[in-house]
């Protein structure tokens, strides 16, 4: 089992930028490959982006391609998403999420991923 702490969170205007980060601690973090979830009121709980245990493989939803970017830096045990051009449809509880049986491979399904954070507020102004 992994622990996850997300951070980074907040207020931004649309077309800012922000980055989150989620650190882990627990079992070996670059035995789990991670993901970022967001849900926005009123509706379910979505895939964002995965990438694999070594960071060499990464997965985007569309609604993300070209503007997020995730990576991790398995020496500090985390996890970052870098979200660029937001838009108030970006507005939602960003979690990330730890999938120890599969790796470089796309994984949307979040009941796949079998630890979670406590999620991090993302609000985009317009």
């Known amino acids: 089992q992994v622990q996850l702490v997300e951070s980074g969170g907040g207020l931004v205007q649309a077309g800012g930028s922000l980055r989150l980060s989620c650190a882990a601690s627990?079992?070996?973090?670059?035995?789990?490959?991670m993901g970022w979830f967001r849900q926005a009121p009123g509706k379910e709980r979505e895939f964002v982006a995965r990438?694999?245990?070594?960071?060499?493989?990464?997965y985007y939803a569309a609604s993300g391609e070209g503007r997020f970017s995730i990576s991790r830096d398995n020496a500090k045990n985390t996890v970052y998403l870098q979200m660029n051009s937001l838009k108030p449809d970006d507005t939602a509880v960003y979690y990330c999420?730890?999938?120890?049986?599969?790796?470089?491979?796309?994984?949307?399904?979040?009941?796949?991923?079998?630890?979670w954070g406590q999620g991090t507020q993302v609000t985009v102004s317009s």
């Open positions: 999420a730890a999938d120890r049986f599969r790796d470089a491979m796309l994984v949307t399904l979040d009941s796949s991923y079998t630890d």
């Open positions: 627990g079992r070996a973090f670059s035995a789990y490959a």
């Open positions: 990438i694999s245990r070594s960071g060499g493989m990464t």
